[in-house]
């Protein structure tokens, strides 16, 4: 823990943002060192100017591999193109509209020149499409989206993002594609690659601008009931730490006349306004009680100015709830309690079957909650593109992950976005107040005394390469353990529940705890998550025996 964590950022804490774009377009990345390629992980292509990891090369390399990609896939229609607020979502934009004119592609810009959030894109995509009621992801015609954004990462780094038709994150299939054919162009061709400078491009008649927030306004009350709110007078604070939903947030105050302060609407690409994260580093993380001590301070003692608040990341598909009773709340509680809410009659649109979609690292109180209501939980790896097909098809109303992530479907049961949704699931926090007259952390008080409380927490252990890679191909015959913490352990699995997809790593679970193993994909060590419904000392216990049981089958 770094000693000034939760701590206002201080001069020699801020990224030199002149030194960092002038570094995306001065260094070229060298395609025979790995840490310089292209490499999509589960959220696209992230890394930094500084470290040849995000560079015009790279952003001319990927955008050329999308466009190839697209059309052999025959997806002829517009692509929509957001950034958020990181320094490098600027030049990385202006980049892939250079190279997306000349190849006379239709694209669509932000009409205000600003930020838009991921789930603005994925709804864009999707309205385009046909969303709600005559979607197709097939065909002629058909819109995808590419988002720029490192997500909730520091200054310094920059992403990019490719969602296919569908609306939500390409699969592995596309990724690997786009990401092989873009290192092939990054190691010998990326400056014979078509572009027109950007003044020039804009004014080509296949770049147009669109009116991502209007959409996103026009749409709103079909997901969150905005009239209870407003009727209830909710008293709302809206942080958007700096990030995309900086406009959103104001202008859904005064659409739907909410009692909405945004507590915050400064945009600064150093974040110099942030508190540091536990690592010392600015990070706009809105699940972390670090970075969001700002909001959390606001909202402590007797008489909080809000009866709720709420932040978001850098490109808001992410959420954090802060309650004057509860304080900021776990992301697995509030995704039980929302979970609780919208299948506890909240919904009455959505299809009687409709099931729970979590993360096999997400909190098993939420299979607590699944069983209560008598409806299906269907658990998927990590990765928000796994609750793609059933968001679509209205399989699954809700998903969610435990890193703040989640979205659900409209009130009418039909798809809102295939991508995650910080907005709506803070009005939602808004919704539950307004509706039942409690907050999010009342109600997940109340699933406690009923289903059991719960202590859950992620650690790393170090690993090689070589143990990691091994980690990543386990069977469940390779472990030959039968006890975990006290506890027989009832499952070991390396395919999740839900869909029989490969995890990349170990589940073993028992009556009353759980652990997951997955391999970091850029540092050389393992990730465990663990939950314990017994006690903190149990927890403790399931994640030092964790480590035994992964040896104990690298070992076998």
């Given at each position: 823990m770094h000693d000034r964590a939760g701590t206002r950022a201080l001069p020699e804490d801020l990224t030199d943002i002149d030194a960092l774009l002038g570094a995306y377009y001065d260094v070229v990345p060298d395609a025979a060192v790995a840490s310089q390629r292209v490499a999509f992980g589960t959220s696209g292509h992230r890394g930094s100017s500084f470290d040849s990891a995000f560079n015009e090369a790279h952003i001319v390399s990927i955008t050329a591999a999308i466009v190839e990609y697209r059309r052999s896939q025959g997806t002829d229609g517009p692509v929509f193109v957001g950034k958020d607020t990181h320094a490098l979502s600027g030049p990385a934009q202006e980049t892939a509209v250079e190279v997306l004119a000349a190849a006379e592609v239709e694209v669509r810009i932000d009409a205000r020149d600003g930020f838009t959030p991921t789930p603005a894109v994925s709804l864009a995509i999707l309205v385009a499409n046909g969303a709600p009621g005559a979607l197709r992801t097939s065909g002629s015609g058909l819109a995808d989206g590419i988002v720029i954004t490192p997500s909730h990462n520091p200054?310094?780094?920059?992403?990019?993002?490719?969602?296919?038709?569908?609306?939500?994150?390409?699969?592995?299939?596309?990724?690997?594609?786009?990401?092989?054919?873009?290192n092939e162009l990054l190691a010998g061709g990326w400056r014979q690659v078509p572009r027109i400078p950007y003044a020039r491009a804009l004014t080509r008649e296949n770049v147009k601008t669109f009116d991502y927030l209007d959409l996103y306004l026009q749409e709103l009350p079909s997901v969150v009931d905005l009239e209870a709110i407003r009727t209830a007078g909710v008293r709302i604070g809206a942080d958007?730490?700096?990030?995309?939903?900086?406009?959103?947030?104001?202008?859904?105050?005064?659409?739907?006349?909410?009692?909405l302060t945004v507590v915050n609407p400064k945009v600064d690409p150093a974040w110099s306004f942030m508190t540091l994260d536990w690592d010392g580093k600015i990070r706009m993380d809105c699940s972390s009680p670090y970075a969001m001590a700002s909001l959390r301070e606001l909202m402590a003692g007797g008489s909080a100015p809000y009866d709720i608040a709420h932040g978001n990341d850098a490109d808001s598909d992410r959420h954090g709830i802060v309650t004057p009773d509860?304080?900021?709340?776990?992301?697995?509680?509030?995704?039980?309690?929302?979970?609780?809410?919208?299948?506890?009659?909240?919904?009455?649109?959505?299809?009687?079957?409709?099931?729970?979609?979590?993360?096999?690292?997400?909190s098993s109180l939420i299979d607590r909650?699944?069983?209560?209501?008598?409806?299906?939980?269907?658990?998927?790896?990590?990765g928000f593109k796994w609750f793609v097909p059933g968001l679509l098809s209205g399989e699954v109303g809700f998903g969610g992950e435990e890193s703040a992530g989640a979205s659900?479907?409209?009130?009418?049961?039909?798809?809102?976005?295939?991508?995650?949704?910080?907005?709506?699931?803070?009005?939602?926090?808004?919704?539950?107040?307004?509706?039942?007259?409690?907050?999010?952390?009342?109600?997940?008080?109340?699933?406690?005394?009923?289903?059991?409380?719960?202590?859950?927490?992620?650690v790393d252990a170090a690993a090689t390469k070589d143990e990691k890679a091994a980690l990543g191909k386990l069977s469940p015959e390779q472990v030959p353990a039968t006890t975990l913490a006290g506890g027989a352990i009832t499952a070991k699995l390396t395919a999740a529940p839900g869909n029989g997809a490969a995890i990349?790593?170990?589940?073993?679970?028992?009556?009353?705890?759980?652990?997951?193993?997955?391999?970091?994909?850029?540092e050389d060590v393992y990730k465990i998550y663990a939950e314990s419904f017994v006690s903190p000392a149990h927890l403790a216990e399931v994640q030092a025996e964790a480590k035994d049981v992964v040896s104990e089958a690298l070992g076998a």
């Open positions: 200054p310094r780094d920059g992403g990019f993002k490719y969602n296919p038709p569908h609306g939500g994150p390409a699969d592995t299939d596309a990724t690997g594609w786009i990401a092989a054919r873009a958007p730490l700096g990030g995309a939903a900086v406009d959103y947030w104001g202008a859904i105050g005064e659409e739907f006349r909410l009692n509860g304080g900021l709340m776990n992301p697995n509680h509030y995704l039980a309690a929302a979970i609780s809410y919208l299948y506890s009659g909240g919904r009455p649109g959505w299809r009687s079957d409709a099931a729970i979609g979590k993360t096999l690292v997400s909650v699944g069983g209560e209501l008598g409806r299906r939980v269907i658990e998927v790896p990590v659900f479907l409209r009130k009418d049961g039909t798809v809102w976005t295939t991508d995650k949704d910080g907005p709506i699931m803070c009005l939602l926090g808004s919704e539950i107040i307004a509706k039942t007259g409690r907050t999010p952390s009342q109600l997940h008080a109340s699933l406690v005394e009923r289903l059991g409380e719960s202590w859950y927490a992620r990349g790593g170990l589940k073993v679970v028992t009556e009353d705890a759980w652990f997951a193993a997955r391999p970091s994909g850029t």
